[in-house]
T-cell receptor, first 115, second 112 residues
Framework: KAGVTQTPRYLIKTRGQQVTLSCSPISGHRSVSWYQQTPGQGLQFLFEYFSETQRNKGNFPGRFSGRQFSNSRSEMNVSTLELGDSALYLC??????????????FGNGTRLTVT | ELKVEQNPLFLSMQEGKNYTIYCNYSTTSDRLYWYRQDPGKSLESLFVLLSNGAVKQEGRLMASLDTKARLSTLHITAAVHDLSATYFCAVFYGGATNKLIFGTGTLLAVQP
C-alpha cells in the first residue's frame, strides 16, 4: 500500500511569491491534515480536510489556505511568502481524524525555503 | 490553552542504559500518540494509547498513559545507537477542537 505522497520535496521561493504544495493520501483515507514544522515553533497544526471540506483550522494567517479534491488529494497554498514561512510542511492522512485506534500517517514533507 | 510539554528536550545517553521521556498535557484527553522522527525524515508512528493505564511495548520502547495525571511516558530500555532520533508525543483533542497537538520533541542521542 503506497504511503502519503507529497510533492515537491524541496522548494525555494522568494519573498512575496506564492507556492502550492500537493499531498496524496493513502488510498482509502479521506482525512488530510497539514502541519508546519520549524525549529522554533515545532509542529503546528495548519488545517484538516475531510470530504472536500475544511473541518478545522489552526492559528495561521489567511495567507495559508488549502483545499481537497474529490479523490481526497489535497493542496495547500501560501501567498505573499515571508521569510518566516520557511519550514518543513508535513501532510498526514487518516481514515478519519481521531478515528479510534488510528494514528496519522505522515508524508515525507515539502521543505520550503523563502529567500 | 492546549499545551503539551515534553522533557527533557535533549537526552544524551550511553548504549545499554535506561531512561524515560515524559509528556505532560494541560487538558483532559484519552488519546495520545508517540512518533519518531529521524533527521530530514518524516514522522513514524510508534504507539497509540487510547485509555487510562494503557501500556504498549515494541522492542526496547515502552509507552504508558495516565489520563488522571495527564502524563505519558516513553521508557527506553538498554538503549542502542539505532534509537537515536527525535521523539514526539501528540495529544488528540476532539469535539470542537478536533486536532492533534504535538509536544516539543525530545532529541535522543545514544552514544556507543
Amino acid at each position: 500500500k503506497a504511503g502519503v505522497t507529497q510533492t515537491p520535496r524541496y522548494l525555494i521561493k522568494t519573498r512575496g511569491q506564492q507556492v502550492t504544495l500537493s499531498c496524496s493520501p493513502i488510498s482509502g483515507h479521506r482525512s488530510v491534515s497539514w502541519y508546519q514544522q520549524t525549529p522554533g515553533q515545532g509542529l503546528q497544526f495548519l488545517f484538516e480536510y475531510f470530504s472536500e471540506t475544511q473541518r478545522n483550522k489552526g492559528n495561521f494567517p489567511g495567507r495559508f489556505s488549502g483545499r481537497q479534491f474529490s479523490n481526497s488529494r489535497s493542496e495547500m497554498n501560501v501567498s505573499t511568502l515571508e521569510l518566516g514561512d520557511s519550514a518543513l510542511y508535513l501532510c498526514a492522512s487518516s481514515f478519519l481524524l481521531g478515528a479510534y485506534n488510528s494514528p496519522l500517517h505522515f508524508g515525507n514533507g515539502t521543505r520550503l525555503t523563502v529567500t | 490553552e492546549l499545551k503539551v510539554e515534553q522533557n527533557p528536550l535533549f537526552l544524551s545517553m550511553q548504549e545499554g542504559k535506561n531512561y524515560t521521556i515524559y509528556c505532560n498535557y494541560s487538558t483532559t484527553s484519552d488519546r495520545l500518540y508517540w512518533y519518531r522522527q529521524d533527521p530530514g525524515k518524516s514522522l513514524e508512528s510508534l504507539f497509540v494509547l487510547l485509555s487510562n493505564g494503557a501500556v504498549k511495548q515494541e522492542g526496547r520502547l515502552m509507552a504508558s498513559l495516565d489520563t488522571k495525571a495527564r502524563l505519558s511516558t516513553l521508557h527506553i530500555t538498554a538503549a542502542v545507537h539505532d534509537l537515536s532520533a527525535t521523539y514526539f508525543c501528540a495529544v488528540f483533542y476532539g469535539g470542537a477542537t478536533n486536532k492533534l497537538i504535538f509536544g516539543t520533541g525530545t532529541l535522543l542521542a545514544v552514544q556507543p
